[in-house]
């Protein structure tokens, strides 16, 4: 079981002292069954005058910073230790298999359906029917598909079938631009994928947060900053992560900070400043990753479902 040490600074710097209006940061990874945070602390220079904490809409966490003065450097460094425990693949999730009978209410129940609807729409225009023919390659032309075959082969065959290139900077290119030119940055091919899933009727999300290898020499794809993925909704496993950068079909080496339906809505940081239009020197990111392997020597009891202890 990996306990994982991630540091993310992020850096302005500025020709002279400028004003700051309020940034948010989501620096600080989210709790779940797979990954529990022992410890975590935001440093923040020059020291807001108002920092508060908030859950935004998809619950992710969110820390809110206003200022007062002037300076010519802002800075943000988050400190996090988790505890992370991976699931590769669909190993150890006890799930049924699901049918891929056309997404939408063929796939998802009535219960369900509403709360997933967001995350079906589609969102990027399909005007040649490009990005709907490529997900309907991963779909059996007879006999049934298997969603979690189906899902697997498409996130391995990005991570074969195109060309991985950093990209800090910009918003994520569209399905159709990376389809075109078969290369792009890991946000690119996270939208590529969650767009073909709701192609073919799935639900699907956008995750951001950090790549780590717990296998010593082996680099990731996206380690050394920020990182992202797709999420899809199965409905015997729930929601499944799909790394297509580094073909990571699982949670493993993934530790998650924001889930949302928009790659616009899980920027790690943003907020504005107010100076002169050549003031801005430029920003500076530093991911760096430690990671610490801890077996359990003593095993850990079960409980059915009533008891406790």
Not at 11 to 30: C, I, K, Q, S, W
Not at 54 to 68: K, L, M, P, T, W
Not at 103 to 116: I, N, S
Not at 231 to 241: A, K
Request: proline share 6%; net charge neutral; aromatic share 8%.
């Amino acid at each position: 079981m990996p306990i994982v040490s991630i540091r993310h600074r992020t850096t302005y710097r500025y020709r002279n002292p400028v004003a700051f209006g309020e940034h948010r940061v989501m620096f600080r990874p989210l709790e779940g069954y797979d990954q529990r945070v022992l410890s975590a602390e935001l440093a923040i220079t020059p020291e807001p005058s108002l920092l508060r904490n908030v859950h935004d809409v998809f619950g992710n966490c969110v820390s809110i910073a206003r200022f007062a003065g002037r300076s010519d450097v802002l800075s943000f460094e988050g400190r996090v230790e988790l505890e992370h425990t991976p699931q590769p693949g669909f190993a150890g999730l006890d799930c049924d298999v699901d049918l891929y009978r056309g997404g939408g209410a063929q796939t998802y129940g009535a219960d369900d359906l509403p709360d997933l609807a967001r995350s079906i729409a589609r969102q990027h225009p399909d005007p040649d029917g490009e990005i709907a023919a490529w997900a309907r390659r991963f779909v059996r032309p007879v006999g049934a598909t298997r969603l979690q075959t189906l899902l697997s082969d498409m996130t391995h065959a990005i991570r074969a079938e195109f060309a991985y290139g950093v990209r800090l900077h910009g918003e994520p290119q569209s399905p159709t631009q990376t389809l075109a030119s078969r290369r792009g940055s890991c946000r690119d091919f996270a939208v590529l994928m969650i767009e073909a899933a709701r192609n073919l009727g799935l639900a699907a999300r956008f995750a951001s947060g950090y790549v780590y290898s717990a296998t010593r020499g082996k680099g990731r794809a996206g380690g050394g900053h920020t990182h992202a993925w797709a999420r899809v909704y199965l409905p015997s496993c729930g929601w499944i992560e799909f790394d297509p950068t580094n073909g990571i079909v699982g949670n493993t080496d993934l530790v998650r900070v924001a889930i949302t339906r928009d790659p616009r809505q899980a920027t790690p940081l943003h907020g504005t400043w107010s100076g002169l239009p050549n003031d801005y020197l430029g920003m500076d990111v530093e991911v760096d990753i430690a990671v610490e392997e801890v077996v359990l020597t003593q095993p850990v009891a079960q409980l059915r479902v009533g008891e406790s202890r």
